[in-house]
């Protein structure tokens, strides 16, 4: 009983080792980062996430893809703005980064899409995103509903009563 007992308790531990060696930047396989490359592009990220990149057919240099936008996206939830999703990345282990994928954001983000991506796509995107490392600056910040954001910005009307 005590050799199984042992037997479990190591098994954990080296499970537990390998999420942290992955957690504490063990470097992600090749498939991984092509995968999330490839999600990023199909999924629509760039979008929003990476200015300029649907204005021009998606005829951005890769080195700007995911470094948010000042464009402002205003609703009645106020004035939000796509995130610069490679500083974000950079400050976030893989755990958190599938936490905040699982997580409602505000208009216009499709959140419930990213939610019902599996995990190992989700994982896959954030590995992308720290294989071409940080760039750019952070994007502007939230704008409540009752304040004026500065342009540019997009207006959505109000839905419909």
């Known amino acids: 009983m005590k050799r199984v007992l042992a037997a479990l308790i190591a098994a954990a531990c080296a499970c537990a080792g390998a999420a942290v060696a992955q957690e504490k930047g063990a470097q992600p396989s090749t498939a991984d980062v092509k995968r999330g490359r490839y999600l990023v592009q199909i999924a629509g990220c760039n979008d929003c996430h990476t200015p300029g990149y649907a204005e021009s057919g998606g005829k951005v240099d890769e080195k700007a893809w995911l470094t948010g936008s000042p ?70 910040d939230y704008v409540p509903p009752d304040k004026e954001p500065k342009p540019p910005f997009v207006q959505f009307p109000a839905p419909p009563k």
Not at 84 to 89: D, F, G, I, P, S
Not at 106 to 134: Q, T
């Open 71 to 140: 464009l402002g996206w205003r609703g009645p939830w106020g004035t939000t703005y796509a995130a610069n999703l490679r500083l974000v990345a950079q400050s976030m282990t893989e755990t958190q980064w599938l936490k905040r994928a699982r997580s409602q954001l505000r208009p216009p983000m499709p959140w419930f899409n990213v939610r019902d991506m599996s995990d190992k796509d989700v994982r896959a995107i954030y590995r992308y995103l720290k294989s071409v490392g940080p760039a750019g600056t952070a994007a502007p």
